[in-house]
C-alpha cells in the first residue's frame, strides 16, 4: 500500500507543477510564507535541540552501545564509510554551493551589515560554515541512528515508521505507520528529483562554460538520460560495488581538486587564514546563529537562507537517514555521531574555505567578477571562478566529473532508499521495486525542467518538512528510551558477569584452600 499510495502522490504533485507551474507555485509560495512567519522559529528550536541531543549520546553512558550488537562488525571499512556518508549528503550541493553561496551573502549579507563590506566578507564565511556543518549532519545523525538501531538491534524492517514503536506500540505496523511512511517516501521522492533538477542545470551550465555546447533543454534532458544508466547500472551492481566504488573515486578526484586550488592554484594564504578565522567566529557565536530570527527588523533572510535549509535538510533526513543505517552496522553510537557529525561537517568547512575563500579573494581583489556571474545565475559562479585561475579549462573539467559522479551516487542512493522504504519487508528490496523508482526519480526531474516546476516543489519540501520537524522531536524521546534501555541490559549482563567470574573464583580459591589443607592433614597422618 506504501508504494502504490506515494506513487500515486507523487504523480499528482509532479503534475500540478507541471500542468499549472504558476498558480501551483503562487499556492505554495503562499503558504511557505505563512508558515516561515508562524513557525519559523520552530525549526531553529527543533534543529538546534538535536544538535544538542546528539552530542550528548557521543559523549554520555551511551556511547559505547554498538549498532547490530555488541560482536557487531562494521560491513566497510572507516575510509568507504565516510566516503559514501560524504557523497550521499551533501556532495552535489557542495560543487553547486562552494563559491556560490559566500558570493550570494557577500552581496547580500545578513544582520543588518553593508553590502560588499569586510564584515559582510566574514559573515559570509561564517554563515555558509552554519549552513553547511554541525546542524544538518546532526539531522542526519539522528535519524539515520534511529533508523540503524531499530533495523539492526530490534529486528526492525529499515522503514520510518518502526522508529515510532515505543510511543505507539503495534501502530507502527498499521494505518499510523502507512501514513508515516508514505509522507516519507513522497518527500524522499520529491527532494530528490529538484535536487537532481538542479544538479541537471549546474552540469549544462559547465557544458556551455567549458565546451560551448548551448545549455538548452534537449542538453538537460540527454543529461538526465545518461545520468539516468549510470544511477541504475549502480544501482543493480549493489551497494557494496556500485555506490562504495563510485564514492571513494568521488572523494580521491574532490581531494585532488582541493589540493590544487589550496596548494598550487588557489591563494593559499588568504585561504587558511579564512579558514581558521571563520571557524573561531562560527564556534563563538554557534548559539546566537542557531536560535537567530529577525522580529524586530522585518528582514527575510533568515527565512530565505536559514529557515530554507534546514526544512531542507529535515525532509532529506528520511533518505539519507535510511541510507546512512544501512552502511553503518557495526559501528558504536559514539563512533557513528562522530563519524556522521564531526568529520563531513570539518570536510565541508574545508570546501567552503577553499572555494568560497579563494572566491571572495578573487572578487575583492579584482581578479573576477563574481557578482556579475552571479547575475546569471547560482550555477554560473563556479566556472566563472576557475576561469580566473591557471588551468581553468581542467579545473572546470574535473567539477564536472565530480558534479556527474555526485548526481548518480545521490540517485542511487534514492533508489535504494525509495525501495527500501515503500517495501514492507526487511532487506535488500526486489530489483523491478528500484526499476520503477528509477524510472520515476528521471521523470520526475525531467518533467519538472520542462515544465518549470522546480521553485514551487522547493518551497512545498520547506512547508512539508514541518510535521518531519515535529516527528523528529518525537525520534528523540523513542531513541532515548530504547538506548536507555539496552544500556540498563548490558550493565546488568555486565555485572551478571562479573558475579560469574567473582563466584568461578571463590569457588577456585576455596578448592585450592581444600586441596592445602587436605595435603596438611596427609602430612600430618603421616
Known amino acids: 500500500m506504501v508504494f502504490r499510495v506515494s506513487i500515486a502522490l507523487v504523480a499528482v504533485l509532479v503534475l500540478l ?48 552501545l554498538r549498532i547490530g550488537g555488541e560482536d557487531a562488525e562494521p560491513d566497510f571499512s572507516r575510509a568507504s564509510w565516510l566516503a559514501m556518508l560524504f557523497a550521499t549528503g551533501m556532495g552535489i550541493g557542495l560543487v553547486f554551493w562552494g563559491a556560490a553561496e559566500p558570493i550570494s551573502h557577500f552581496s547580500k549579507p ?52 518502526d522508529m515510532l514503536q515505543p510511543l505507539i506500540g503495534r501502530h507502527h505496523r498499521g494505518a499510523v505507520g502507512h501514513a508515516v511512511n508514505i509522507a516519507a517516501v513522497v518527500a524522499t521522492a520529491i527532494g530528490v528529483a529538484t535536487t537532481l533538477g538542479f544538479g541537471t542545470i549546474q552540469i549544462a551550465a559547465g557544458l556551455q562554460r567549458v565546451f560551448g555546447i548551448t545549455a538548452s533543454v534537449p542538453v538537460q534532458l540527454t543529461i538526465i538520460a545518461i545520468a ?11 551497494v557494496e560495488r556500485g555506490i562504495k566504488w563510485l564514492s571513494n573515486f568521488n572523494l580521491l578526484l574532490a581531494a585532488l581538486l582541493l589540493a590544487a586550488l589550496l596548494l598550487v ?37 533568515v527565512a530565505d537562507w536559514t529557515i530554507f535549509y534546514w526544512a531542507w535538510w529535515i525532509a532529506w533526513a528520511p ?14 553510537v559514539r563512533e ?14 574545508v570546501w567552503f ?26 550555477e554560473t559562479v563556479l566556472f566563472a571562478l576557475f576561469d580566473s585561475l591557471p588551468a581553468s579549462l581542467l579545473l572546470s573539467i ?68 514541518l510535521p518531519f520537524a515535529l516527528l523528529m522531536v518525537l525520534v528523540m524521546v523513542c531513541l532515548y528510551r530504547v538506548l536507555d534501555l539496552e544500556y540498563q541490559l548490558e550493565r546488568r549482563r555486565a555485572q551478571r558477569a562479573r558475579h560469574a567470574v567473582q563466584s568461578w573464583i571463590e569457588r577456585e580459591m576455596a578448592a585450592q584452600e581444600e586441596t592445602r589443607a587436605e595435603a596438611t592433614r596427609a602430612q600430618e597422618q603421616g
Open 398 to 465: 574535473i567539477a564536472l566529473v565530480l558534479l556527474v559522479i555526485f548526481f548518480v551516487t545521490s540517485a542511487d542512493s534514492a533508489v535504494l532508499v525509495l525501495a527500501s522504504m515503500s517495501t514492507d519487508e526487511a532487506g535488500d528490496p526486489p530489483l523491478s521495486r528500484k526499476a520503477v523508482w528509477g524510472v520515476a526519480v528521471a521523470l520526475i526531474a525531467a518533467v519538472l525542467l520542462l515544465a518549470g516546476g522546480l521553485d514551487a516543489l522547493q518551497g512545498m519540501i520547506t512547508i512539508a518538512a
Open 319 to 332: 533518505f539519507v537517514g535510511a541510507f546512512i543505517a544501512r552502511v553503518s552496522r557495526g559501528r558504536s
Open 17 to 64: 507543477a507541471g500542468v499549472a507551474p504558476g498558480p501551483f507555485n503562487d499556492i505554495v509560495q503562499s503558504a511557505l510564507t505563512e508558515v516561515v512567519r508562524s513557525v519559523g522559529w520552530l525549526y531553529l528550536l527543533i534543529v538546534f535541540l538535536t544538535l544538542t541531543f546528539l552530542l550528548y549520546l557521543a559523549a554520555g553512558r551511551f556511547g559505547s
Open 336 to 349: 557513528f555521531v562522530v563519524g556522521v557529525v564531526l568529520a563531513p561537517t570539518l570536510l565541508g568547512f
Open 110 to 161: 545578513p544582520e543588518g551589515l553593508a553590502p560588499q563590506s569586510v564584515d559582510a566578507a566574514r559573515a559570509a564565511m561564517r554563515y555558509a560554515f552554519f549552513h553547511w556543518g554541525l546542524h544538518p549532519w546532526a539531522i542526519y545523525a539522528l535519524i539515520g541512528l534511529a533508523m540503524a538501531w531499530f533495523q539492526y538491534n530490534r529486528n526492525g524492517r529499515g522503514l520510518i515508521s
Open 353 to 378: 574555505s577553499v572555494f568560497g575563500g579563494s572566491a571572495l579573494w578573487a572578487q575583492i581583489t579584482g581578479h573576477a567578477d563574481l557578482l556579475q556571474a552571479l547575475g546569471n545565475g547560482y
Open 228 to 238: 539516468f544508466v549510470l544511477y541504475m547500472a549502480s544501482t543493480l551492481s549493489g
Open 265 to 301: 592554484l588557489g591563494p593559499t594564504g588568504f585561504i587558511f587564514d579564512t579558514f581558521t578565522t571563520t571557524l573561531g567566529a562560527y564556534l563563538n557565536q554557534l548559539v546566537t546563529m542557531s536560535l537567530r530570527m529577525s522580529p524586530f527588523s522585518g528582514s527575510t533572510w
